[in-house]
Structures are given as structure tokens and as C-alpha cells.
């Protein structure tokens, strides 16, 4: 296994050289060592990003679910993949070996299979996080479906919207969820959802909180059944290289969400080996993951990137503050957790808490810790490294995105030394580059500028479903030959990368990626508003919060703004989801635009995070006297 597990810098540093020096030569050599083809690949990549259409392994035949679960039924048949941690403490723990997986998985295929779906049918996945969620996305896979995972946190109108967008076949969902001391009534969001629907004609229920439930004759069915009379063998479907095997949606700069599509090999590739050396992950090791496989980070590293791994992947289905603060921390005694990656948000969130909650547990299992979805303040670091790693455990600060599949800048721990807040080096066969305002490269160290991707990578995403030139547009229009992230970075003196932020219309909220379009849409919809803007402004938990500044259709009106500010709330919980309600309204008379109409956000930022010392220049605006009036009135 020689391209595994890096062990040390020097050795990183010539692993990366020879990466890029030749990334046909380096990906084709991981690609044949660790993985099963059905029928070898012609050409590695062929690429053109102003296009932009990029290839990898084309030619090749593969499944991935032989890979992550037939692949290890000999030498970990009795091993467990998945070990399943439900909501409630008091409801014993599912270890699931890959044997048991693998029948699963081959069960919940051919009950797909049964119910009309074929390869390249979209089946929209719609779950909490219980084994079931895992299974449907392998078993999606298997028979070469298309799974389009929808966060079981989003409103029924953005379940509609991501099914329609799709035309998705098929639902799967289950009666309800449980979130901490809540249950979640998820039938009903999806019956609503489906009103708008027209593409789907199965929906199979698992049943999690026996909550009562309504069945559609003829279009609602209860899966267990199903899967008690279902076979429990499943020949897969031998998959070309590019054959999409997902769509995960992520928010834009404009109202409509963006479909991100991501195909097979380069995809099964790239997340095993980075699972592989960014945790440094051994035999035995007990790996878990807080996110909620509704995002990108479950895709890659609670499902795809651990399997391939034949490796242990913890399923959470409850939240870090039930019954108490102190969840976590016994989860990882429980189960001897040796990798922990979570998220800033959680981890501040915890830090608020009595320390007495982390002290009355042992954590000596915990080897490697990780952090994923926004910049880790140094605080929040030092509290991770200090109280959770003890100081042993290294943090790796993973970089990357929904488009990007996996992850692209990191610390190798035990390899790379660390440096607060800094995602430190890109991983083997990452090209990044910083762009400064005119678009020229920055060369050298100590730095700050646009950050940008200048080579393909195996698990980029290859287009945007059903509309290619908007991820032409949004991705590869900004800088030439050039994948643009959206964020900004800094390069440190000794090449050390640090994430500043986004440079976009999209705020990171506890982790999660808003955009400001589609929450300005939701607002404008109510009856009494004219216009709005939305703004993040820095939050000491969530990291950013969101701040509306609202017009409305009749200024200095009557009603009880309070009530109205509570509706505007409800209108974004309705379309959106509650993860993208306001933190601040504001009433105003107006915006502060240029003369072309454009919202001067950046004004409006400033207001928000009370840093109004140095505005800039707004004797340009069309409306310069609207600033002291916001200003005044400021939240
Ligand atoms: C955006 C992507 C990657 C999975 C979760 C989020 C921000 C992500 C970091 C990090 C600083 C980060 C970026 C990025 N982000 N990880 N370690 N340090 N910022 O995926 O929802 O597609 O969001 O999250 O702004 O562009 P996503």
C-alpha cells in the first residue's frame, strides 16, 4: 500500500511534487492499487475548464458499492461499518458488519429495482440520520440511480423545488425523526412537498417514531415489508467512470439551489484516499463524524470515503446538547471513538458550556480530531486542542466544499504540524492559487487574495444538473482556466493556507452554506415587504449570523413590526428551512445602491458587525443619506 499513508513532511512534500508534476501518472497509481474495476480505464483525465468538462478514467467500469462492501466481505466480513448511535441514550447502539451491510444494501436494492427504478432514475432521499439513510444511498449506487440526499431540516416547499429540479422518481422517507427531546413529523413535510410534485410515483416510509401517518393508496408504502420479502442478493450495475452517481444540492447567488453533480471513479477515488491520509486512519480505529449525511461532508466521509476504507463510520442520529451538554463527550467514551471530525459551530457551542461536562469524561480513545464548514476561530481551536485533544490529538482543519467532493487543503496529522486557524497545506494533487483583483496569479508567499483551483482534481463536480452553463458561469468564468471557490485565502510565509471567508453572496451559518438570494426571495414574498437585503454579521457561536435589512411596501406603517419580524421568520422557516431564519431585522426607508441599482452590501456588513468606523467612500451611492439613517437605527 505505498500510497497510503503518508508518514512523514519530507515524504508529503514528495508525494505532492510527483502529484503534480504528473497527475495522470500519480491518480492512475492509487487508482490501480486499492480498488476494483470491472474493466480498466482508457485515458486518465482529459480536461478543458473553459468548457468546462473534465474526465476521469474514462473508459473505466466499476461499482462503487462493490468497492465499499463486497470488496471487504472476506478480510472484514465481521468487522462493523456502520455503528449506529441513536437520538436517545437509553436505545441500544446498531453495529452493523459489512456482511450485514452488504445484504442490506442488497436488499433495499432490489426493492428499489421492484418499484420501477433504473439506472440513471433520480431517487430523492429525504432522511433522518438512522442506518436507513446509508443503506438508500448504497443501494442507489448499486442499481446505478441517481441519490439526491435532501437535509431532513429543509421545509416542504425546498423538498419541492429539489425533487421537481431533478424530476425525481421516488421519495424515501421514514413517519418521523427525533431531534434531541423533539420528534420531527417528516411524513407530513414531504406529503405537503409532493402536492407540487408530479415526477414522483413511489414513496417508501421507514418507520422510526411510529408518529401517526396518512399512506397515498397506490404511492406510499411501508419499506420494512418490502425488504422482509426482498432478496438478499444484489448483482450490481457495472457503471461507466463518468455515469453521475449523485446530485447534492448547495445554495447560490441565486434563488434557484444548485444540483451538483458528481460521477463515479474520480469520485470513489479521490474520497478513499483522502479518508485514508487525512485521518490516518488504521484497522480497529473507530471513526465518527457529527455532520448529517444531508451534506456533502456525510457523502464522502460517513459513507463513501470510510467504507471504501473498509472502516468503522459512526451514524449520530441526535444532537451535541441531548439529554446533556456532555453527549459527545460520552458517545466517544461509549465507543471508544479515536477520530473525531465535527464542525466550529458545535464546538463553540460546547465551549459555552460548564467544562465539568468534558472534565467527567475520560477521551483517552481520541487520536485525531477534525474540523469542517468554516473557519475555526483561534479560540475555539485552542479550546478543541486543549480540553477535547488534550494536546496530543492534532486538529485537521479540512478545507473543501460540496463542488469539490473532497477534501483539498489539510493537515496530515501526525505529519503536518499545525497552526491555528490555518488549513495549512494542499492535500496531494491540489493546485491552489490566489488571485489578486485584476485577476492576475500572486506568486510567493504572504499573500491574500481570491482562491482558485488551477488543475482538476479527481472528485470535482461536473456540472450543475440540467444547467451546465450556470457552473460554467459561476465556477470558470471569473478567473481563466481557473475553478473559482468563492472563498478568500491568505498563504503564510512558510506556504501555510488560511481561509478568510467567503468573498460571495454566501454566508456560512453554524456550518451551513446561505445564500443570500433565495432568503431575499423568501422575505420579499410577504404581502408588506417591498425590498430586502440580508447581510451576515459575526456571531459568537454560529460563527456568522444573518441580519435583514427590510423595506417595506408602506414605510413607517402601523403594524407591530415585532409581529412582522416574527412572520418574516416564519415565511424563511416555510421556504427555506429554520437554519436560515434571521438573527436581525431592521426596518428601513431604503438601501444604499450604487447608480446602477446594485446593493452596496458591503455598507450594510459594515452596520451589521457595528464597524462603521471607516465606510468608504458613499458619495457615489444614489441614496448616500439612507446610510445615516440605518446607521441610527442600527440593531
Ligand atoms: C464552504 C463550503 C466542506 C464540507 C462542508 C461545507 C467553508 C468549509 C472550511 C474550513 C474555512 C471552510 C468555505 C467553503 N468552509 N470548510 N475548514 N475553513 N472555511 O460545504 O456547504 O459546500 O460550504 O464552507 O467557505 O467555500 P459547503
Known amino acids: 500500500m505505498s500510497n497510503y499513508h503518508i508518514k512523514h513532511l519530507e515524504e508529503y512534500f514528495q508525494v505532492y511534487r510527483k502529484s503534480v508534476r504528473d497527475p495522470e501518472h500519480f491518480w492512475q497509481e492509487v487508482a490501480e492499487e486499492h480498488f476494483l474495476w470491472r474493466k480498466r480505464w482508457d485515458n486518465v483525465l482529459s480536461w478543458d475548464f473553459s468548457k468546462p468538462e473534465v474526465k476521469w478514467f474514462e473508459g473505466a467500469e466499476l461499482n462503487i458499492t462493490e468497492n ?72 442507489c449506487a448499486r442499481i446505478g440511480a441517481v441519490h439526491s440526499v435532501v437535509f431532513a431540516g429543509f ?16 421519495v424515501i422517507t421514514s413517519d418521523g425523526s427525533y431531534r ?58 457495472t457503471m461507466k467512470a463518468e455515469d453521475p452517481l449523485f446530485i447534492l444540492y448547495t445554495s447560490g447567488s441565486t434563488g434557484r439551489p444548485k444540483g451538483m453533480v458528481h460521477t463515479t471513479a474520480g469520485y470513489m477515488v479521490y474520497t478513499a484516499y483522502t479518508f485514508k491520509n487525512i485521518f490516518q486512519y488504521n484497522d480497529g480505529d473507530i471513526y465518527w463524524c457529527t455532520a448529517d449525511i444531508g451534506w456533502i461532508t456525510g457523502h464522502s466521509y460517513i459513507v463513501y470515503g470510510p467504507l471504501a476504507n473498509g472502516a ?17 463527550w460520552e458517545i466517544v467514551d461509549k465507543h471508544k471513538i479515536t477520530h473525531l471530525y465535527t464542525a466550529p459551530t458545535a464546538i463553540r457551542a460546547l465551549a459555552k458550556e460548564n467544562i465539568e461536562y468534558v472534565e467527567k469524561c475520560d477521551l483517552t480513545s481520541l487520536k485525531v480530531l477534525g474540523s469542517v464548514g468554516e473557519p475555526i476561530n483561534e479560540e475555539a481551536w485552542h479550546w478543541y486542542n486543549d480540553n477535547i485533544g488534550k494536546n496530543k490529538s492534532p486538529i485537521v482543519d479540512t478545507w473543501w466544499q460540496t463542488e469539490t467532493g473532497g477534501i483539498m487543503i489539510s493537515p496530515i496529522p501526525f505529519v503536518t504540524p499545525t497552526k491555528p486557524t490555518y488549513a495549512t ?23 491574500e487574495g481570491r482562491l482558485c483551483i488551477k488543475y482538476p482534481w479527481p472528485s470535482m463536480a461536473r456540472t450543475i444538473w440540467g444547467d451546465h452553463e450556470r457552473y460554467r458561469d459561476t465556477y470558470f468564468s471569473a478567473y481563466e482556466n481557473k475553478y473559482f471557490t468563492g472563498d478568500g485565502a491568505m498563504r503564510d510565509e512558510v506556504g501555510y493556507y488560511r481561509i478568510t471567508g467567503r468573498v460571495d453572496d454566501v454566508i ?45 411596501k408602506e414605510y413607517g406603517e402601523t403594524r407591530n413590526l415585532e409581529n412582522l419580524s416574527k412572520e418574516i421568520n416564519q415565511q424563511i422557516s416555510d421556504r427555506i428551512g429554520p437554519i436560515a431564519k434571521l438573527d436581525k431585522i431592521q426596518f428601513v426607508s431604503g438601501l444604499p445602491k450604487t ?17 462603521t468606523s471607516n465606510l468608504g467612500d458613499t458619495s457615489t451611492l444614489l441614496n448616500p443619506e439612507v446610510v445615516q439613517e440605518i446607521m441610527d437605527n442600527s440593531l
Open 312 to 328: 468503522t463510520t459512526v451514524m449520530f442520529e441526535g444532537v451535541p446538547s441531548y439529554p446533556d451538554f456532555s453527549r459527545f
Open 508 to 552: 456560512i451559518v453554524s456550518g451551513h452554506n446561505l445564500g443570500t438570494a433565495p432568503i431575499e426571495d423568501a422575505i420579499n414574498e410577504h404581502p408588506a415587504v417591498a425590498e430586502s437585503a440580508i447581510v451576515g454579521f459575526p456571531h459568537d457561536v454560529k460563527g456568522n449570523a444573518l441580519y435583514g435589512y427590510v423595506i417595506l
Open 155 to 170: 421545509s416542504s416547499k425546498a423538498l419541492a423545488t429539489r425533487i421537481n429540479d431533478a424530476a425525481c422518481k421516488m
Open 425 to 447: 497545506l494542499p492535500f496531494i494533487g491540489i493546485q491552489p492559487s490566489l488571485m489578486d483583483e485584476s485577476g492576475k496569479e500572486m506568486k510567493g508567499n504572504q499573500v
Open 68 to 139: 465499499c462492501l463486497d470488496r471487504h466481505l472476506r478480510t472484514h466480513g465481521d468487522h462493523t461499518a456502520i455503528l449506529f448511535e441513536p437520538n436517545s441514550p437509553d436505545e441500544e447502539a446498531q453495529h452493523i458488519t459489512y456482511k450485514q451491510l452488504h445484504e442490506k444494501v442488497c436488499k433495499m436494492a432490489n426493492v428499489l429495482k421492484d418499484n420501477g427504478i433504473e439506472k440513471g432514475d433520480r431517487v430523492c432521499i429525504y432522511l433522518p440520520m438512522i442506518p436507513e439513510l446509508a443503506i438508500a444511498l448504497l443501494a
Open 595 to 611: 447608480r446602477s441599482g446594485k446593493i452596496m452590501r458591503r455598507i450594510l456588513r459594515k452596520i451589521a458587525s457595528k464597524d
Open 180 to 237: 434531541g427531546a423533539k420528534k420531527l413529523d417528516l411524513k407530513s413535510i414531504v406529503d405537503e412537498a409532493l402536492e407540487s410534485c408530479e415526477t414522483i410515483e413511489t414513496v417508501l416510509l421507514v418507520e422510526r417514531t411510529k408518529n401517526k401517518v396518512v399512506l397515498k393508496e397506490g404511492r406510499d408504502k411501508w419499506l420494512q415489508p418490502l425488504l422482509d420479502a426482498a432478496d438478499s442478493t444484489c448483482e450490481v450495475v
